[in-house]
């Protein structure tokens, strides 16, 4: 309403100002004198100015008529589009003026204004595959999804725009939740342009999602191909997708083709923890020891694991435990400074019950580095040295509020997995799980927590000081070492006092 005001004050000022200026041309004296064909022509200064507008106005017909004519003597010579582009030259220039303001209104965020000039441009340029596309991006930043999707519908149609118009329609079922429409419109869009970055990654991505390995494999060839994906990245991603395809054929009972797949993934990422012990695992279902030994030392070396422990244990099931305690003198030197070296030597002397040894190989992990396993052990030895339950219970108490430790944490949302997975459980992300220690481990404990270890020893501990017949009475001959999963290797019963250090440490786990 002010805009109008203002535009009919601006005009009632202009006819104000041409009145004033004629009148005062009126009252001046003077003016312009003309000599044609011997007669003389003198004009007032009035006349004078409309005489020039009128001269312009002549000059600028006569040059569109000179372009007429141009024009038509293309048509004559030929040129059959001569004479309509004489006349569309004006259409063409109005219509690219609207096109360019729509796409400025869609760069500002104006989504309205630029359908409209979308709209405008349209019905000068008759070029829909310029107009169509501002119209559906406009569609979609004013929330009208109907609009943005007729419009790519409509680009499909047309084979210049078929990819633009298929990718539109994708992304918007991306944003509905609808995967499986989706997938088969990035398969569509991939077929249409297979070097597009974009379309890979969504490929890639939902084809993960869906478990099509073999798909998933044949896109990240691609990419490798298209030069979209470093050729390291290409290796890791390759061995991840094998595994994941080792895997599902081991579930449908094919577990020959199985080995393969895992040996393949293994030797594409040698350091990829789950490809090595499912490759290991195939060795030694095929009763080749020494292969599986060579593949759990090379990850072992690399990064060492609680799950490669676990394999590397599996290799020989039924020995003692100092049998087994020697056994992985060749694993353990690999990496004997490792946190994870010191925590596997303390269980194997614990299954062993050499619990000296055991506190010596932890070391001081207790108190610079604790988590729940650390304090566990703890625990498992304290029980063994024959300690009372205070100290036992106050271990494991302690263990109840520490850090869990290393786990399978996704990288991008940061959610933990208790087992590794391809893809994330929580955002859908592929490759993304690595072991390390999850922020939320890090929180600090409710408020009076750290009392607890002293008040469960206040309630529990009913003596001084245990008697000299609970002394510790080393068995004559150990059991055997028994896998229960892979963070405990081949822990043993400890003596008769209390509960065996196997039992402390599958009640730290709870």
């Not at 293309?74 to 096109?99: M, V």
């Not at 299954?351 to 040894?357: G, R, V, W």
């Not at 490759?431 to 404990?445: C, F, G, R």
């Amino acid at each position: 309403m002010l805009w109008s005001l203002i535009k009919i004050l601006i005009f009632v000022a202009i006819v104000a100002a041409l009145t004033l200026g004629a009148g005062y041309l009126l009252e001046t004296d003077g003016g312009i004198q003309i000599t044609a064909g011997g007669e003389e022509y003198t004009l007032g200064p009035l006349q004078s100015v409309i005489g020039a507008l009128l001269v312009i106005l002549a000059v600028w017909v006569l040059l569109k008529l000179f372009s007429l004519l141009i024009a038509t003597l293309r048509f004559l010579n030929g040129d059959e589009t001569a004479i309509s582009r004489y006349f569309d030259r004006n259409r063409e220039r109005k219509g690219f003026q609207a096109l360019s303001e729509g796409m400025m209104a869609l760069a500002s965020g104006e989504g309205r204004l630029a359908m409209a000039k979308a709209s405008k441009a349209e019905r000068y340029l008759q070029k829909p595959e310029l107009t169509d596309l501002i119209t559906a991006q406009a569609a979609e930043m004013s929330g009208d999804r109907a609009k943005a999707e007729q419009v790519y519908k409509k680009l499909i149609q047309n084979d210049a725009t078929r990819f633009v118009g298929v990718r539109g329609i994708m992304k918007q079922k991306l944003a509905a939740g609808e995967t499986d429409v989706a997938l088969k419109l990035a398969e569509r869009a991939f077929a249409i342009k297979p070097q597009h970055e974009e379309t890979q990654d969504v490929l890639l991505q939902l084809q993960a999602q869906k478990e099509d390995w073999s798909g998933a494999r044949k896109t990240l060839n691609a990419k490798l191909k298209s030069g979209t994906m470093p050729r390291d990245v290409h290796k890791r991603r390759d061995a991840v997708l094998a595994l994941s395809e080792a895997r599902d054929v081991l579930e449908e009972g094919k577990t020959i083709d199985a080995r393969v797949a895992a040996i393949e993934a293994n030797r594409l990422s040698p350091d990829l923890i789950p490809a090595a012990v499912l490759a290991a695992q195939g060795y030694i279902e095929q009763g080749k020891p020494r292969y599986a030994v060579r593949v759990l030392k090379k990850v072992w070396e690399v990064r060492p694991h609680p799950e490669v422990a676990g394999a590397f244990a599996a290799i020989v099931p039924d020995e003692t435990p100092q049998e087994r305690l020697k056994r992985f003198q060749q694993l353990v030197k690999l990496q004997p400074d490792h946190r994870e070296t010191k925590l596997l030597m303390a269980e194997l002397n614990i299954a062993a019950e050499d619990f000296p040894a055991a506190r010596r190989a932890l070391g001081n992990l207790h108190e610079i580095d604790a988590d729940a396993r650390v304090l566990t052990i703890m625990a498992a030895i304290e029980r063994g040295e024959g300690a009372s339950d205070t100290v036992v219970k106050g271990w494991l108490a302690k263990a109840v509020t520490a850090p869990r430790g290393p786990q399978w944490v996704c990288d991008n949302c940061h959610s933990i997995h208790t087992n590794w997975a391809p893809v994330c459980a929580n955002c859908q992300s592929f490759d993304t799980l690595s072991w390390t220690v999850p922020h939320e481990s890090q929180m600090a404990a409710p408020t009076g927590v750290g009392m607890l270890p002293l008040i469960v020893g206040a309630l529990d501990d009913k003596t001084e000081e245990p008697p000299e017949a609970d002394v510790i009475e080393t068995p004559a001959e150990p059991e055997e070492a028994e896998i229960v999963e892979p963070e405990s290797v081949g822990v043993q019963p400890g003596p008769e006092t209390g509960a065996p250090p196997s039992e402390v440490l599958e009640e730290g786990r709870r």
